[in-house]
């Protein structure tokens, strides 16, 4: 069909740079995409260190110059070359503590930390805060890393039969009435890190999501599922390169009052570099979807049957507040009977931008549009010569407004609509959320 040989054509094209980066990343430039007087103050810093090595304050002033522009290592140099010349700096030893944690050598981090906080002269404020990045230190050595996050608020639809996963079907009646809902989303992830030379280590993820309409409660929805799988680093030597991780997964989806299905399935994750502005990812997942029949859809079973996807999604950060987005999708949906078998293309690019809110902490702002395209295998019965083809059109802006390092307020306002040749398939959807999401580890 002409949306798989697209598809297929178009990811070939693009898994071949994402797999020639695994050899051998390039060096990342710590001043791409830098703003141009960050990258003077860098320059000018680093001459004035260069014109009076043995000025102490000149050093420290390049690495801080250095810490905001990301050379993280030029600003460990520069100040690892002022504890050679005096030993008993507590300061710059807490530095060295955080840039190492940045870095991700948490041993290195630990000791200059605990040399830090040998000063009994250490002033309040700067110890409280090396005692707190005394726990991350502490978290990232633990062989056990937990985490994750909680999202929940209000969404209104204009029409209720749009809902966040598009391969849900819905009931006919619930078309074009408007409708509230609460809504939550939970997610937690955990990792194992055995300290192995080669970097593996095991990550698990979870996620539960619950909707509950005031009206429409046959579109109420609940999703859960759990990946699982160990990532493993391409380049031994090198801790930037790509990965691979191949997991495990199981969803279950309870539609209305019933089971509507589960699907146990696999998938495999490359995942290039992230030293650079640029990252991409490419992923391949299976899940076999088993759907349960019930008195108001005794014929869901018709599409049991395998879901394929292949996902390619990239990012690039132009400026230190700007990046864009792109992914493009691949997805083969097998069913038992032909008019429930379909190919989908879809294609989705965004902008994202942050700057200080107006509670002085870093705002976001992101707008995304995207475009799917179904083509069904054959004309559904009572449909002669007529098969079924659909194009949907998605246009989403979301706000999002942090109230503290771990809170933050997210609004979001979109537009959905889907043509299609079958008329009965046609509609389209005006939605906004509000809500709150609290990340926690």
């Not at 054509?9 to 070939?12: E, F, I, R, S, Y």
């Given at each position: 069909m002409r949306?798989?040989?697209?598809?297929v054509?178009?990811?070939?094209a693009?898994?071949?740079?994402v797999l020639?980066?695994?050899a051998?990343a390039?060096?990342?430039?710590?001043?791409?995409?830098?703003?141009?007087?960050?990258?003077q103050?860098?320059d000018?810093a680093?001459?004035?260190m260069l014109?009076?090595?043995?000025?102490l304050?000149r050093?420290f002033e390049?690495?801080?110059?250095?810490?905001?522009?990301?050379d993280?290592?030029?600003?460990?140099a520069?100040?690892?070359?002022?504890?050679?010349?005096?030993p008993?700096l507590?300061?710059v030893?807490?530095?060295?503590?955080?840039l190492?944690?940045?870095l991700?050598?948490f041993?290195?981090?630990?000791?200059y930390?605990d040399?830090?906080?040998e000063?009994p002269d250490?002033?309040a404020?700067?110890?409280?805060?090396?005692?707190?990045?005394?726990?991350?230190?502490?978290?990232e050595?633990?062989a056990h890393?937990?985490?994750?996050?909680?999202y929940?608020?209000?969404?209104y639809?204009?029409n209720?039969?749009?809902l966040?996963?598009d391969?849900?079907?819905?009931?006919?009646?619930?078309t074009?009435e408007?409708?509230v809902?609460?809504?939550?989303t939970?997610?937690?992830n955990?990792?194992?890190?055995?300290?192995?030379?080669?970097g593996?280590?095991?990550e698990s993820?979870?996620?539960?999501f619950?909707?509950r309409h005031?009206e429409?409660d046959?579109?109420?929805l609940?999703?859960?599922?759990?990946?699982?799988?160990?990532r493993i680093?391409?380049?031994r030597?090198?801790t930037e390169s790509a990965?691979?991780r191949?997991?495990?997964i199981?969803?279950?989806?309870?539609l209305?009052d019933?089971?509507?299905?589960?699907?146990?399935g696999?998938?495999?994750?490359?995942?290039s570099?992230t030293?650079?502005?640029?990252?991409?990812a490419?992923l391949?997942e299976?899940?076999?979807?088993s759907?349960n029949?019930?008195a108001s859809?005794p014929?869901?079973?018709d599409?049991?049957?395998w879901?394929l996807t292949?996902?390619?999604r990239g990012?690039?950060?132009?400026?230190?507040?700007?990046?864009l987005s792109?992914?493009?999708?691949?997805t083969r949906?097998?069913?038992?009977?032909a008019?429930?078998?379909?190919?989908q293309v879809g294609l989705?690019?965004?902008?994202?931008h942050?700057?200080?809110?107006?509670?002085?902490?870093?705002?976001?702002?992101?707008?995304t549009?995207?475009?799917?395209t179904s083509?069904?295998?054959?004309?559904e019965?009572g449909l002669?010569?007529?098969?079924?083809?659909?194009t949907?059109?998605r246009l989403?802006l979301?706000?999002?407004m942090?109230?503290s390092p771990?809170?933050?307020a997210?609004?979001?306002?979109?537009?959905?609509?889907?043509?299609?040749n079958i008329a009965?398939n046609?509609?389209?959807?005006?939605?906004a959320?509000?809500?709150?999401?609290?990340?926690f580890?």
């Open positions: 949306a798989l040989r697209f598809a054509c178009l990811l070939a693009a898994f071949g740079p020639a980066g695994t051998a390039p060096a990342a430039d710590p001043l791409a995409g830098a703003p141009p007087e960050l990258r103050a860098y000018a680093f001459q004035a014109a009076d090595p043995a000025d304050d050093t390049f690495a801080k110059v250095a810490t905001r522009i990301g993280y290592e030029g600003a460990v520069a100040l690892e070359r002022m504890l050679m010349a005096q008993n507590p300061r030893q807490l530095e060295l503590a955080a190492y944690y940045r991700g050598s041993e290195m981090a630990r000791g930390l040399a830090a906080s000063n250490m002033p404020q700067v110890r409280e805060r090396a005692d707190e990045l005394r726990e991350r230190i502490e978290r050595l633990s890393r937990f985490g994750g996050s909680l929940a608020g209000l969404r639809d204009s209720a039969n749009s966040p996963d391969n849900i079907n819905i009931p006919l009646s619930a074009a408007d409708d809902a609460a809504f939550g939970l997610s937690l955990h990792t194992f890190d055995p300290r192995r030379a080669d593996l280590v095991l993820a979870g996620m539960l619950a909707n005031a429409q046959q579109v109420d609940t999703v859960a599922e759990i990946k699982s799988g160990p680093r391409l380049n030597r090198d990965t691979l191949p997991y495990g199981f969803t279950w989806v309870h209305g019933a089971t509507h299905y589960h699907a146990p696999a998938g495999l994750e490359i995942s570099f030293g650079g502005p640029t990252s991409v490419a391949a299976a899940r076999h979807r759907f029949d019930t859809t014929n869901k079973s599409e049991d049957g879901e292949a996902t390619l990012s690039h950060r132009i400026t230190q507040q700007t990046g792109a992914s493009v999708q691949y949906i097998d069913a038992e009977r008019w429930r078998a379909r190919d989705s690019a965004g902008v994202a942050s700057y200080t809110g107006l509670n002085g902490t870093p705002w976001n702002t992101s707008l549009a995207g475009i799917a083509d069904y295998d054959g004309p019965l002669i010569n007529v098969t079924r083809s659909d949907d059109y989403t979301v706000q999002t942090p109230v771990s809170l933050a997210i609004a979001t306002v979109g537009y959905f609509k889907r043509e299609a009965v046609a509609f389209d959807n005006v939605f959320t509000l809500g709150f999401s609290w990340r580890q």
